[in-house]
């Protein structure tokens, strides 16, 4: 249960500027590509940081410069352009399973279950947790993905260590997540427990980088949070 | 169980060009006010299209000019700014209730049940579609909405009527929600049947006006969609 890459495990990820026919990248990209011991007729995944994705095939590489030429999109366009982090607060009974399923057709790469100060539960069972990451694997072979999402054993809030944006859905919150969203590096979301996280909870969170987003102006459940939350990502095609 | 009007059902309802502490409205929209029998220190509704209302106070009124004050954020302001439908189709078991529960948090005026081609059922019954607007009357309540959505017996889609814009989300397709969602006039979402609609089924809805939506690359399942669609909606703010 190690954090699985979206896109697959090889880390042939190649970010250009934009889909096309023939790409051709500068020096140092080219580099990176050396670096991966790619060759002439590898074959990449290419990605643009807003959405697109499609494999490539290297036709060209030198230190100077790559080529490559757009192949068909694949298998891997099933998942997001940099890995889809869920975070989300300990809910009782089958909530987190409910949550865990629909996270997982909606393209998360990981669900990191947090202890926060209104979560239902300080810790989760070794079974509990398997089961978790078992839904996690049927619910992704179910949405044709090739990525199955590894659910991490809860930390404390104050623990967890997000990588790229982090945005906190927060009722009053102004901020909107599709304004905000970069694919340029990792996301991550975060839902709090039913109660919600506390005001210092957000601070915290905001002082560390996290940017609160709203949900419309409505009290949701917190299995129904996450879910609205991951489905404006999937909105924008991603 | 006619159509609650989002907003409530006084009708009152203002828009306006932008929020501002004074307002100051044209003749047509003056008559209205009229119309409305409305005088001087009554309370309207304003919004502004764009996912913004608030209560205001009429302050002045004749046939050739309204003058409005701004007043807080009301308790209306947990409705959209028009009225927002899910059409959905029948599904098995208490996924319908799931459905509406998340659908009434997200902020729908209602839902209105559909019979496709695939849909797991032809009907529902009376004590079903009972217990399903019970669900949205207790959803309605814990979310702190003034409208409890209508769930309207099941129509066959071809026969569906909707008002305003529709958006289908269909496998595939590549317009997104958030690029084309215009709070002008009413707004009704569409999700399919497990194993979706088919591509008759969207051609037809698409030569009626309704827009094929993205949400994203995966394979949901039709008791996530509805949330997912609905989580974009929300995520924009209204």
Redesign the interface.
Known sequence: MTGGRAGGGSGRRVRVEALAPVMVLGPREARHLQVLRLAPGATVLVFDGQGAQAQATLAELDAGRAVLHLGEASEA??ETPQPLTLGVALLKGDKLADVV??AT???VARVQLLVTRRADAREIGAQKLLRLNRVAEEASK????AVTPDVLAPVSLSEWHWEGQLFVAQPGA?A???DRLDWSGPVALLTGPEGGLTDDEVLSLRQRGAVA?????????AE?AP????????????
Do not use: H, K
Request: overall charge positive; aromatic content about 0%; hydrophobic content about 50%.
């Open positions: 366009a099933a399923r629909a057709e909606l393209g179910q949405s044709r993905r102004e909107r997540l599709t987003v709203t949900l419309g102006p409505r009290i949701l459940r129904t879910v609205a939350l991951l489905g404006a990502v999937a909105a924008l095609g991603v």
